[in-house]
DNA sequence: CCGAAGTCTACCTGTTTAGTAGGGTAGAAT
DNA sequence: ATTCTACCCTACTAAACAGGTAGACTTCGG
């Protein structure tokens, strides 16, 4: 399961997708338009201005936004970023990779299933972007 | 990711499935072969009796045995059991649904991508079975 | 009846999650 | 100069979860 805070960073960037190019988003504006705690969101958006994801603005009329074209970051970036590996093993991870004791992974068949898993849940959310997310919001 | 309580039950039902029919296993056995901490092993085992995946015998001669057909136990129920959700949002879990507060399920566009998501990984996990786990590791 | 096994309850320690509270600093607009 | 805003820091809590451990109890076979 994704953790809550991953789920409130894709609610955050929902939002500032759909307000994309409409210049700087205060926190407060999104904190009270999606329901997330004021001091939990700061933390989040900081992290993700971190890793490139969004930029932001200081003084009146600040605010962050999207630092790249919506359409070009995937989600399977955002749940590395916030979430961690997306495999269900680490023996099955690509940018989490760790082996697995005692077990030869040739031979493995629960390693084999779930690098199956793996990619067929990667063929989804790593094709996805946040493009995506904001699309149907419109009805 | 699975927890290593997953990862060591599935360890263990791996042992217990290649000695299907061979009768009892000792807890012990089981313990030195995967390498799996004796106490927190019997647990897991326990927890899998309960749930009917496993049967016991006790005193002398007994141990631990699959209770049904390995062909016929779905890696999905054990991660259920043992792990919990399969879907990474619980909007999106069949087994352990929740509403999303502030969410219209139609127009959220993250539901949409997780639904697929979910699907993705149920079509395989509800369809390998414990068999599957075994059958590779005779080489 | 004895001893080998599983059964069961409880406990423990550390880490992570999900926050809350508060305050001080820096940069930008007016 | 003032005010608005993000930035960044500390510190705290409360609960859940992970990954075990200890030890007494129960049963069953021989």
Known sequence: MLSKKSQYAFKALT???????EGPVLISEI??????????????LLELKRA???????GK???YFLKKD???????????LVN???AMLPCVSLYFYERC????????GLHEIMVKVRDATLAIVEKKTLQDLADIEIP
């Open 15 to 21: 939002y500032l997708t759909e307000k994309y190019r």
């Open 84 to 86: 961690g590996p997306i």
């Open 52 to 58: 490139e994801i969004l930029d932001s603005k200081k």
């Open 61 to 63: 009329g600040g605010g």
């Open 31 to 44: 904190s009270e338009k999606k329901n997330i705690p004021l001091k939990f969101l700061e933390n989040i």
């Open 70 to 80: 919506p359409a070009k970051v995937k989600l399977a970036t955002i749940i590395r």
């Open 101 to 108: 004791s005692n077990c030869d992974e040739k031979r493995c």
